[in-house]
């Protein structure tokens, strides 16, 4: 089994700063992308940004240049440094990553945490 346990949400005031994480345990063998999701109220959920194992990174047009994703992998963890943030970027944030377990060859499992919110408020 595979856990991935985000945190660092809150709220904040626009055009301040939040600093989300994201750490995956369990039987991991090697894990390939992870990235972050959002959904609002209301709205589906959608892709914040995503960075491989490589070190590939991808950004929504609507956080570039505010947002900045990194990650850890000998801790399986992975971040989102959001600055200069706007109403808009309320939204429940999810972790998302995709993991090869120990023992199983050659297939890839995706999981989600269980999401941490951030509001965005004055």
């Known amino acids: 089994q595979v856990q991935l346990v985000e945190s660092g949400g809150g709220l904040v005031q626009p055009g301040g700063s939040l600093r989300l994480s994201c750490a995956a345990s369990?039987?991991?063998?090697?894990?390939?992308?992870m990235g972050w999701y959002r959904q609002a109220p209301g709205k589906q959920r959608e892709l914040v940004a995503t960075?491989?194992?490589?070190?590939?990174?991808y950004y929504a047009d609507s956080v570039k240049g505010r947002f900045t994703i990194s990650r850890d992998n000998a801790k399986n963890t992975v971040y989102l440094q959001m600055n200069r943030l706007k109403p808009e970027d309320t939204a429940v944030y999810y972790c998302?990553?995709?993991?090869?377990?120990?023992?199983?060859?050659?297939?890839?499992?995706?999981?989600w945490g269980q999401g941490t919110q951030v509001t965005v408020s004055s």
């Open positions: 998302n990553a995709d993991i090869y377990l120990v023992g199983i060859a050659g297939r890839l499992y995706n999981y």
């Open positions: 369990g039987s991991i063998g090697n894990i390939n992308a």
């Open positions: 960075i491989t194992s490589g070190g590939n990174i």
